[in-house]
């Protein structure tokens, strides 16, 4: 006797949460799992031309078509949802293409390029909720996805998310962390636009609070010197070049710029650790009002910190 599938009564995918940050997307797949909803993994691997995302990049599917995240700008996931629903129906992993090259002729990317996507059925949490904890601690990780073997595990971070030996790796990294030093409307505005752009934003208000912000400036964080004065700024930026911070930006113009290097070579540093500084800060310039200022150092951060890691 013929089987049928039952793939017209599976729910109708529907997003549940609008984001791409992996810590939230993760977050939803271990939750699903705790409860006992049967969840399936999404991930990018292969690009072919134009991407709208990354490598590694996540889409998690619920049994109930709840899904979450993004592996191309928004005009597959409805697809890649609906697949992973048959692939927990049918209890396998499973691999598809979109865009170029696909049998989904009616799926088109914008980009002309297309992608492939494998979907993984948890079995267990573990890797994940090891990836959650080690970002939790502001720590890299990776994940070692084998497709024969249908298997998920943590390993440490490779240098970036790709395809090894018939196993693919997705690198995590902590997210953006933003230290503001500065009394000054546009120090407001900054950490306003920042909190919004979802980073990890931590506000130093005096020369003690800058003193005390030393451990919490890690590779991922980046330092903004929002003050008009050289003497205000002086403690804040001696913590940031002591620091592995990938980004140091100080306000400023030129002409204030050489005299606060002036400063600080006074005090024994050298060209090399001078050089870390962004002034005047931005990645446009002059800025004549707050708002503009504020898009123009968090683009700066994003575009610096995206040449550091990605």
Same mark, same amino acid.
């Given at each position: 006797?013929?089987?049928?599938?039952?793939?017209?009564?599976?729910?109708?995918?529907?997003?549940?949460?609008?984001?791409?940050?992996?810590?939230?997307?993760?977050?939803?797949?271990?939750?699903?799992?705790?409860?006992?909803?049967?969840?399936?993994?999404? #991930?990018?691997?292969?690009?072919?031309?134009?991407?709208?995302? /990354?490598? @590694?990049?996540?889409?998690?599917?619920?049994?109930?078509? !709840?899904?979450?995240?993004?592996?191309?700008?928004?005009?597959?996931?409805?697809?890649?949802?609906? &697949?992973?629903?048959?692939?927990?129906?049918? @209890?396998?992993?499973?691999?598809?293409?979109?865009?170029?090259?696909?049998?989904?002729?009616?799926?088109?990317?914008?980009?002309?390029?297309?992608?492939?996507? =494998?979907?993984?059925?948890?079995?267990?949490?573990?890797?994940?909720?090891?990836?959650?904890?080690?970002?939790?601690?502001?720590? /890299?990780?990776?994940?070692?996805?084998?497709?024969?073997?249908?298997?998920?595990?943590?390993?440490?971070?490779?240098?970036?998310?790709?395809?090894?030996?018939?196993?693919?790796?997705?690198?995590?990294?902590?997210? /953006?962390?933003?230290?503001?030093?500065?009394?000054?409307?546009?120090?407001? #505005?900054?950490?306003?636009?920042? &909190? #919004?752009?979802?980073?990890?934003?931590?506000?130093?208000?005096?020369?003690?609070?800058?003193?005390?912000?030393?451990?919490?400036?890690?590779?991922? =964080?980046?330092?903004?010197?929002?003050?008009?004065?050289?003497?205000? &700024?002086?403690?804040?930026?001696?913590?940031?070049?002591?620091?592995?911070?990938?980004?140091?930006?100080?306000?400023?113009?030129?002409? =204030?710029?050489?005299?606060?290097?002036?400063?600080?070579?006074?005090? @024994?540093?050298?060209?090399?650790?001078?050089? !870390?500084?962004?002034?005047?800060?931005?990645?446009? @310039?002059?800025?004549?009002?707050?708002?503009?200022?504020?898009?123009?150092?968090?683009?700066?951060?994003?575009?610096?910190?995206?040449?550091?890691?990605?």
């Amino acid at each position: 006797m013929p089987e049928f599938s039952n793939q017209f009564l599976l729910p109708t995918p529907v997003r549940a949460l609008l984001s791409d940050d992996p810590a939230q997307i993760l977050s939803f797949a271990s939750d699903c799992f705790h409860k006992g909803i049967s969840v399936a993994l999404a #991930t990018l691997v292969v690009i072919r031309g134009g991407a709208a995302r /990354t490598l @590694g990049s996540h889409v998690v599917v619920a049994v109930d078509g !709840r899904f979450c995240g993004y592996v191309s700008g928004g005009c597959v996931e409805a697809a890649v949802a609906a &697949e992973a629903l048959l692939a927990i129906e049918a @209890g396998r992993d499973r691999m598809v293409m979109f865009g170029d090259g696909s049998p989904f002729i009616d799926i088109i990317l914008p980009c002309g390029g297309g992608i492939s996507v =494998t979907i993984h059925i948890l079995r267990s949490s573990a890797a994940i909720d090891s990836v959650l904890e080690c970002l939790g601690e502001r720590q /890299t990780i990776g994940l070692e996805y084998l497709s024969r073997q249908q298997t998920l595990q943590a390993l440490d971070a490779p240098q970036s998310s790709r395809w090894q030996e018939g196993k693919f790796m997705t690198v995590y990294r902590p997210r /953006t962390r933003l230290v503001i030093s500065g009394q000054t409307i546009e120090a407001e #505005t900054v950490a306003r636009l920042g &909190e #919004t752009a979802g980073y990890d934003v931590v506000m130093v208000r005096s020369c003690e609070g800058a003193l005390g912000v030393g451990a919490t400036i890690d590779a991922y =964080t980046a330092v903004v010197v929002l003050h008009h004065d050289l003497d205000q &700024e002086a403690s804040i930026l001696d913590v940031a070049l002591k620091s592995p911070g990938f980004y140091i930006g100080a306000l400023g113009s030129t002409r =204030t710029h050489r005299r606060r290097i002036m400063r600080l070579k006074a005090l @024994g540093y050298d060209d090399t650790s001078l050089r !870390r500084i962004k002034a005047p800060i931005g990645i446009f @310039g002059p800025a004549r009002d707050s708002s503009s200022l504020a898009l123009y150092v968090l683009a700066d951060i994003a575009a610096t910190r995206s040449m550091v890691y990605e």
